[in-house]
């Protein structure tokens, strides 16, 4: 594992308590950060900071909040909080998310596309407004925001799911805009699908296409998410915002 450079920073992980926020969470603790997990299941949040404790027992304690990030007053709460307990928030990263069903448009329940939407768009969008103005009144800041190739692309049977993960993108390369000369960059990445805990959201013929469009012919780890993420956190991250990184084993055409 290439060492990155995180010394000193504090940063938040949403859907910090399992698969890629985790995988996260650890890789920037692995690099000196000081970390707080944000989740909405407390038993997956406290085995989280059990399994990082272990993991980096010379590390300060993993904080933790369980929220809704659907909630801006619970997201609200939770940067308070979090501030509180760090004296600041130097990185955000946005991974909670959840998938939706795997249905044709059609029939797509109307319940379940809002809950999609709020979860996955909306939750990045008040994460991202709660802290971005710490930061910013600290001249510095990193936010990365996890998207996906669906957004880029649009997974048939997943309408959702693709849509909220292009407005993430949209989001994002806005919001980097806005915050070019404040030193807080912003920036998204787009996994392909990466075998996590949310294929059991999926039917097992989604999986298979999404597998079936991967040049590479496997699915992406959780550990080459981070190390991207990692590396956007840091101060050698310094040109770059508003950008999308692809991690898709060749998937992505543009």
């Not at 910090?16 to 989740?39: E, F, H, K, N, T």
């Not at 801006?72 to 998310?97: F, H, K, N, P, Y």
């Not at 925001?145 to 994002?172: C, D, F, Q, R, W």
């Amino acid at each position: 594992m290439n060492q990155l450079d995180l010394q000193g920073r504090r940063a938040v992980v949403t859907g910090g308590a399992a698969g890629i926020g985790l995988a996260i969470a650890a890789r920037l603790i692995a690099s000196g950060a000081r970390v707080s997990l944000w989740d909405r299941d407390p038993t997956a949040l406290n085995q989280a900071a059990e399994h990082l404790q272990r993991e980096f027992p010379k590390q300060p304690a993993v904080h933790t909040v369980q929220l809704d990030v659907t909630s801006a007053q619970a997201v609200e709460a939770a940067r308070d909080t979090t501030i509180a307990a760090l004296g600041g928030v130097d990185v955000l990263v946005c991974s909670a998310g959840i998938t939706g069903p795997n249905v044709p448009l059609v029939d797509y329940p109307v319940a379940a596309w809002r809950e999609v939407i709020e979860i996955n768009l909306n939750g990045v969008f008040l994460c991202n407004q709660a802290l971005t103005p710490d930061m910013v009144a600290r001249g510095w800041g990193r936010i990365v925001n996890i998207a996906s190739i669906a957004g880029k692309e649009g997974n048939p049977n997943a309408s959702a799911y693709s849509a909220s993960k292009a407005a993430v993108i949209a989001l994002t390369k806005s919001l980097g805009k806005e915050l070019a000369k404040s030193g807080v960059c912003v920036n998204c990445v787009t996994p392909a699908a990466v075998k996590t805990g949310m294929f059991d959201q999926m039917t097992q013929s989604h999986i298979d296409f999404m597998l079936s469009k991967i040049p590479m012919g496997r699915f992406g780890q959780v550990e080459e998410i981070a190390a991207m993420v990692a590396w956007l956190c840091t101060e050698d991250c310094s040109f770059t915002t508003g950008a999308v990184f692809d991690l898709s084993g060749g998937r992505a055409v543009y």
